[in-house]
């Protein structure tokens, strides 16, 4: 069975990041500043190569906010791939 894992990692300066997602999977309930989490996809779950934007919510001094990347991320099988959400990282607000 062929696989591919995704990371994505936290680096926002002060913001929480919530129910993190790429494409339909899920990665993460929370992830603070300087944390990632890690979801594997299996050949079964999906066919290779998968393109999608990672969405999310963000979180700073009580206000909440949804987002997704303005840029889309290839995964392919037998792909690590590490997505960081920095303070520059180009996003789009969703309603």
């Given at each position: 069975?062929?696989k591919?894992?995704?990371?994505?990692?936290?680096?926002?300066?002060?913001?929480?990041?919530?129910?993190?997602?790429?494409d339909?999977?899920?990665?993460?309930?929370?992830?603070?500043?300087?944390?990632?989490?890690?979801?594997?996809?299996?050949?079964?779950?999906?066919?290779?190569?998968?393109?999608?934007?990672?969405?999310?919510?963000?979180?700073?001094?009580?206000?909440?906010?949804?987002?997704?990347?303005?840029?889309?991320?290839?995964?392919?099988?037998?792909?690590?791939?590490?997505?960081?959400?920095?303070?520059?990282?180009?996003?789009?607000?969703?309603?």
């Open positions: 069975m062929d591919a894992t995704i990371t994505i990692q936290n680096n926002r300066s002060n913001d929480t990041l919530e129910r993190v997602s790429w339909t999977y899920f990665i993460s309930r929370t992830l603070l500043p300087g944390e990632k989490s890690t979801h594997t996809i299996s050949d079964i779950e999906t066919e290779f190569p998968k393109e999608a934007r990672v969405k999310f919510y963000m979180k700073r001094d009580g206000y909440r906010a949804h987002f997704e990347t303005r840029y889309r991320f290839i995964l392919d099988i037998d792909d690590n791939l590490l997505i960081i959400i920095t303070d520059t990282t180009r996003l789009i607000m969703l309603n």
